[in-house]
């Protein structure tokens, strides 16, 4: 009992001690910090786990001739195979765009400082040496890569496999010389970092922690671009110089640097012009607005003429990228109108007070719903090339005969001139494949659903007082529609446009289960040709290539969408 009574006031001191540390204004800080860390420490785990290290993983493959394993290292070998001499303007430019970026984040960081006015001193070697750590571990990454994937061939000549065995040769690869070293170094600077971090938080004051975090950010983006750039200026560089002796060696003539050369001379007047563009609405005068348009055109004229010269560029690489590319472009142009238009439609006729509208609205749902694997395996035999299939069946009974549908290969304006009696269609003209539409009319049927319920939720916000207001004033449906309705969409269709592109760019599943072999690969998008080099050919290292150039257009494709949507689209 007595001792209970002596332990007592020693438990309830040391309790004290405790709050009293976190009790202050400071300790409450750091107690939030440190708990807001640990709650997004597993999704920074998870993301890195599944997200990065993927990603950073198939650009280490894209490098190599990966043949069901790792062998040479080629650089830009794989991606100048599938677009040719595009490949050097796109790292050149990916070069510059790394330093423009790390001069936009230095700028940032600059502007905040002259509205905060707080010191950001203290935090920017922080970031400096966040940065550095970043490249550093970049650089251990590779560095065990090669050493961890060559345990496969190192435990296939032991016979007995077993976990102390793997262990070892795990040590090994983290023991190697150039591992331990990059490890090392990682660590140092991180630890630095750290320490930075630790004093500009207490040496830096309450108004200088406000914008601390701001401070470390940029100063780390723009060290981690302004290392990425240089570095992969110098290797795209590296690669053409390499790509000369080998033509030389092989006494052929190669045209990189005049197409480099000339290529990103047409970028650069294209953006030239957009600036000058954009600079004529704030001119002074009618005249210099008209000067200004007059030089803008001619920057875009002569931008093109230069740009000219990408089919040249592009002439060399692999002819079924191209034809997927253009496959796929068709694809898109032939679904997202047709989509957006008949969603639109349906969503503004099931929003009027008509009777059975939940019933319509779960009609027109389900195709999206259904899975795309069942849905195009009927697609498949309602439009099979035998004259006794649905739809050639019902085509005979209004007096048309069959038609080929998922095994014609020609273009669907040529099959139908020929039906016309025309023999001497312009292949110019020919369009996209017949197969190519019936796997359109798939997606169409497939999206229209879904692009109906989203259209409906944007006409739920719109505001009835708008709609009562036009009214009043006198304008009819089709003035409130087109002046009210369609303008308050616009964010709705962005997100539509957006989504729907990215998908045709991205669409395999429907593509793969309705392609014929009588279609002679006209229905072969982007996506299945990299599935096919993948599957059949077993080129990993060229499938991951074409993967990042696919990844290079949707982002392009976003970049102008977005551009687009920041004048066009209203929010209100």
């Keep these: ?35 807001a860390y640990l709650f997004i420490a597993p999704a920074v785990i998870i993301i890195g786990i599944f997200g990065i290290m993927p990603v950073a993983f198939a650009i280490y493959v894209s490098l190599f001739q990966w043949i069901i394993k790792q062998k040479e ?18 790292g050149f430019w990916l070069a510059l765009g790394a330093i423009i970026a790390a001069v936009v984040f230095a700028r940032r960081l600059w502007r905040i400082y002259r509205q905060s006015g707080q010191s950001p001193w203290l935090w920017i070697p922080t970031g400096i040496a966040g940065g550095a750590a970043i490249a550093l571990l970049v650089k251990f990454i590779v560095a065990v890569l090669p050493n961890f994937l060559g345990i496969a061939d190192k435990i296939r000549g032991i016979a007995v496999k077993t976990r102390e065995v793997y262990a ?55 060290t981690s671009m302004a290392i990425i750039g240089p ?35 047409g970028l ?47 002439a060399s690489g692999d002819k079924d990228i191209w ?83 998922l095994a014609e290969p020609k273009g669907v304006f040529t099959v139908l001139a020929q039906r016309f009696g025309l023999t001497d269609f312009p292949s110019w003209l020919a369009g996209p494949s017949l197969a190519l539409v019936v796997i359109m009319i798939f997606n169409i049927w497939t999206y229209v659903g879904y692009n109906t ?48 592109t990215i998908g045709t760019f991205k669409a395999f599943n429907h593509i793969w289960v309705l392609r014929e072999a009588a279609a002679l690969g006209n229905t072969d998008t982007f996506s299945v040709v990299i599935f096919e080099e993948m599957k059949r050919n077993a080129r990993y290292g060229y499938a991951s290539a074409l993967s990042f150039v696919l990844f290079g257009i949707i982002l392009t494709l976003t970049l102008i969408n977005n551009r687009i949507a920041r004048e066009k689209v209203f929010y209100g």
């Design 453 to 500: 319920v989203i259209y409906l939720a944007g006409l739920g916000s719109i505001p009835k007082e708008m709609y009562e207001a036009a009214a009043v004033d006198g304008a009819g449906r089709w003035s409130i529609f087109r002046h009210i309705t369609f303008p308050l969409l616009s964010p709705t269709t962005y997100f539509l446009t957006l989504l729907a």
């Design 231 to 265: 570095l992969l200026g110098w290797f795209t560089y590296r690669e053409i110089v390499q790509a000369y002796v080998v033509a030389i060696e092989a006494e052929k003539s190669v045209d990189i640097w005049p197409q480099v050369g000339t290529i990103s001379g």
């Design 323 to 405: 034809k997927g590319l253009q496959i796929t472009v068709w694809y898109s142009v032939g679904t997202v109108p047709f989509e957006l238009g008949i969603g639109l439609v349906l969503a503004t006729l099931l929003f009027q007070e008509i009777r059975g509208k939940s019933i319509y609205r779960m009609v027109f749902f389900l195709p999206y719903v259904t899975p795309s694997i069942a849905s195009a395996a009927i697609f498949r035999v309602l439009f099979s090339n035998q004259p006794a299939a649905p739809v050639n069946s019902l085509l005979t009974v209004v007096g048309i005969s069959p038609f080929q549908f």
């Design 1 to 35: 009992m007595a001792t209970t009574t002596l332990d007592h006031p020693q438990v309830t001191s040391s309790t004290q001690e405790k709050k009293s540390i976190f009790s202050s204004r400071r300790g409450r800080r750091i107690r939030e910090n440190v708990t």
């Design 73 to 90: 290292f080629l650089g830009f070998g794989n991606y100048t195979k599938a677009i040719g001499n595009l490949a050097y303007v796109a």
């Design 168 to 222: 070892q040769l795990l040590g090994e690869v983290f023991s190697a010389p150039e591992v331990v070293t990059a490890r090392n170094w990682f660590l140092l600077i991180l630890g630095l970092a750290l320490v930075l971090a630790v004093i500009a938080y207490f040496l830096g004051g309450q108004a200088a922690r406000i914008h601390g975090g701001e401070y470390v950010s940029y100063s780390m983006l723009a």
């Design 268 to 314: 650069i007047l294209l953006l030239a012009a957009w600036f000058v563009w954009r600079s004529a609405e704030r001119a002074d005068s009618t005249k210099a607005t008209f000067i200004r348009l007059a030089a803008a055109a001619v920057l875009i004229v002569a931008g093109w003429i230069l740009i000219g010269e990408v089919p040249a560029a592009g």
